[in-house]
């Protein structure tokens, strides 16, 4: 499991984030980045930054819980958005899907994603303890 901790000789976290996460003998997962898509590759909340926010981060549960992974696992997030200051609004629901010690993360402001309805992506990196981890042909053959 993961271990996050916050340096004393740096800036405190002013949100649901840590500075540092160590990495420790799980299974490390790299997700692809999650957009506000259901499961049918419908957009939820076409420019709504709270509903896209949650869907992609539902989105990283679902995926991570198909191989043996919780959010509790997720030791770095990296957010692109196309609003800063719609997305620091967003913290509130962060913080319904993550706990302290929260996971390392970065947001980047760009001009756009692949599609103008879309506000926001966000790309995980998990460390999935081995009694848990499920290898993708176990998960799917339980999940199907």
């Not at 984030?17 to 999650?34: A, C, N, P, Y």
């Not at 509790?72 to 913290?91: E, K, N, P, R």
Request: aromatic share 8%.
């Amino acid at each position: 499991m993961a271990e996050s901790y916050n340096p004393d000789n740096v800036w405190a976290p002013f949100g649901a984030f840590s500075i540092v996460v160590l990495q420790g003998t799980g299974q490390i997962v790299h997700l692809k980045g999650q957009v506000a898509l259901d499961a049918s590759g419908a957009i939820i909340g076409a420019g709504d930054m709270r509903a896209q926010v949650r869907q992609a981060l539902t989105n990283i549960k679902t995926v991570l819980a198909t191989i043996g992974g919780r959010m509790s696992d997720v030791i770095s997030l990296t957010h692109y958005t196309t609003d800063i200051q719609a997305f620091m609004q967003t913290g509130d629901i962060r913080k319904e899907f993550f706990a302290a010690p929260y996971p390392v993360t970065t947001t980047v402001e760009v001009a756009a994603l692949y599609n103008s309805d879309l506000v926001m992506e966000i790309t995980a990196v998990a460390e999935i303890p081995q009694e848990r981890y499920m290898r993708p042909s176990m998960a799917q053959a339980m999940h199907e």
